[in-house]
């Protein structure tokens, strides 16, 4: 595996017994950010000095009679009680279940009118193709779906604003390269149409890649930012198939013909190569950052480097240019767009909704053959599993990848 980028750690999982110091850095640092975030939240709703939340922290966790003690919940009850509760003090409107709630259209309430601003969702991973769903890695991004949403809106006269929602771990650089220059040519074409990307839980990597074909970026405190570089390889199973009495051999023309061999490492002149390759994509990578963030170059190395980021971090040193959810976008949007603030705008999603057609007949292959094998081998965490298994199963051989290391939150 060859990466670029010291805090670049998502091949550290195949590669290294323990964690690297950047790796202990970087995530030490997402930890603390992150826990920070966490004591001012629940300092400011309990209304509580954030000393004193720290103290409850290291007594946790509570039975529920400690934590109403401590303040941290209002009362202990069961769910019949709250609704009497609620009766007696003259709140109970009845209840609606979830499923009947989202039958009700915006519009029948006169809501979701007037002009259009588009909300194009990038979640998953990003690959090249068709979006889907891959029962390892969740949420697949496809080039070619989300540059087909993008062709749509930019073409589309009646809508005034896009927003890129982007919750995404990277992936394919060629594929984010690809959504990148769609964005750009929406942006170039239609200069009054506002393109503002709103970054839910992480928009890292080949997801941050994308993220900066927009003037105006806008992240949560705590989405995982970053990511700015680069990774590629091969795994390497000769040695197996050796063990298992398989023997492959091949012929070949051409220098490079066996460069993504799975039989073999690579030799001396096939590791420079797909070095030099890397470092292209990882120079264009820093380019398009600075010419977006209006950085130079070295000082986006400096924070570069597969450095992952939360949102607070990412807005200090300039990656993001606010902080704040799709509501905020959606402002944005409107205020770029110079549509009146108490204006009531029609939001428009991308892609449309999937059918029941369209989810039997995406594409899943080797990480449903994957799964099964995992299943069967009785591995735990199957997020973790993906992670294991993701560049074999989501990339096609030699594919370089703008993907962030993996993180699990518990």
Not at 147 to 158: L, Q
Not at 225 to 238: C, D, E, H, N, Y
Not at 276 to 285: E, G, I, K, M
């Amino acid at each position: 595996m060859v990466h670029i980028g010291d805090y670049k750690t998502a091949t550290n999982q195949l590669t290294e017994k323990t964690m690297t110091p950047a790796h202990r850095e970087m995530a030490e640092s997402l930890n603390a950010d992150s826990f920070e975030q966490l004591i001012r939240a629940i300092a400011d709703g309990r209304k509580k000095a954030e000393a004193d939340v720290r103290a409850l922290v290291d007594q946790g966790p509570f039975l529920a009679a400690d934590a109403k003690a401590a303040g941290l919940v209002d009362a202990v009850a069961y769910e019949d009680e709250v609704r009497d509760s609620l009766k007696k003090a003259g709140k109970d409107a009845g209840q609606v279940d979830l499923a009947d709630y989202t039958r009700i259209s915006a519009s029948s309430l006169g809501l979701n009118k007037g002009p259009r601003i588009a909300v194009i969702f990038a979640s998953g991973t990003i690959v090249s193709g068709g979006s889907g769903y891959d029962p390892l890695n969740g949420l697949i991004i496809g080039s070619e779906t989300i540059a087909e949403s993008i062709r749509k809106v930019r073409k589309d006269d009646r809508v005034r604003a896009i927003i890129l929602r982007i919750d995404s771990p990277g992936g394919s650089a060629v594929a984010s390269d690809v959504i990148w220059r769609e964005l750009m040519l929406a942006r170039t074409d239609k200069p009054g149409k506002p393109i503002v990307v709103s970054m839910s839980d992480l928009a890292a990597s080949g997801g941050y890649y994308i993220a900066v074909a927009a003037p105006t970026i806008v992240a949560e405190p705590g989405t995982l930012t970053g990511s700015i570089g680069i990774f590629g390889g091969k795994i390497v199973a000769g040695g197996t198939y050796g063990k298992l009495g398989m023997n492959i051999e091949s012929v070949s023309k051409g220098r490079y013909a066996e460069l993504n061999s799975p039989v073999r490492p690579y030799n001396k002149d096939e590791r420079a190569k797909v070095e030099q390759q890397l470092q292209s994509f990882y120079d264009l990578f820093i380019e398009r950052v600075a010419e977006s963030r209006h950085l130079s170059p070295d000082r986006v190395d400096e924070i570069a480097r597969g450095r992952v980021w939360t949102g607070r971090q990412a807005k200090d040193i300039g990656l993001v240019d606010e902080l704040g959810g799709l509501s905020r976008a959606v402002a944005l949007a409107k205020q770029k767009a110079r549509i009146a603030p108490d204006t009531e705008v029609e939001i428009v999603a991308y892609p449309p909704r999937r059918t029941l057609y369209d989810f039997l007949t995406s594409q899943m292959g080797a990480s449903d053959q994957a799964l099964r094998l995992l299943s069967l081998a009785g591995l735990g965490d199957p997020r973790a599993a993906g992670a294991a298994v993701a560049p074999l199963a989501l990339f096609r051989r030699g594919e370089v990848l703008a993907l962030m290391p993996y993180v699990f939150a518990r």
